[in-house]
């Protein structure tokens, strides 16, 4: 039984190792991306302490997460190369962090979970979900393109670690 739900402080040991894999898979990928202590651990439990954190479970095993904002992201608020497909003043969700089992990777998780935070977006009255990541991490590119989501030109980041690092901006409108 697949269930998307909020992250619980139980789930946080299941949560580190699929970022930590992450992590390192990016790296051996030379892929730059997240390769600056973000995220980390402390992040995952601020996430749930502030409810935004929320997990993908399969028969409650965690095999994937992210958090989710419904507030104005910084970075965003320029965007060079294109523009959303909602325009600049549109109510939307951010997807951050988001992350598969390493183990499970290929079998449908990342387009669940993408599906389950537009049912989310849907509840709270968006308009939009909005994504980005690195031009090097093609996994993830690919899997936003199945899903429905749009390339619309490149963001930078703001705040953080990776503070200034280009990121390419995706968008996909709700249903």
Not at 44 to 69: E, F, W
Not at 104 to 121: C, I, M, N, P
Request: proline share 3%.
């Amino acid at each position: 039984m697949i269930t998307f739900r909020h992250s619980a402080t139980a789930d946080v040991d299941a949560m580190d190792k699929i970022i930590k894999d992450a992590v390192r898979g990016l790296g051996a990928q030379g892929i730059p991306q997240w390769q600056k202590g973000y995220p980390n651990r402390e992040l995952l439990v601020s996430d749930i302490g502030n409810g935004i954190g929320y997990v993908l479970t399969d028969h409650d095993r965690v095999v994937a997460l992210c958090a989710v904002t419904f507030a104005e992201e910084p970075a965003y608020l320029h965007i060079s190369n294109g523009s959303w497909l909602t325009g600049d003043n549109a109510s939307y969700a951010t997807i951050h962090r988001m992350a598969v089992d390493a183990d499970l990777r290929g079998k449908g998780y990342a387009s669940l979970l993408f599906s389950s935070v537009e049912d989310l977006a849907v509840q709270k009255g968006m308009e939009s979900i909005r994504i980005d990541t690195h031009e090097q991490n093609l996994s993830m590119q690919k899997a936003l393109e199945k899903s429905g989501f749009i390339r619309c030109g490149n963001i930078t980041l703001c705040g953080g670690p990776e503070d200034g690092d280009p990121r390419i901006a995706y968008e996909k409108l709700c249903r």
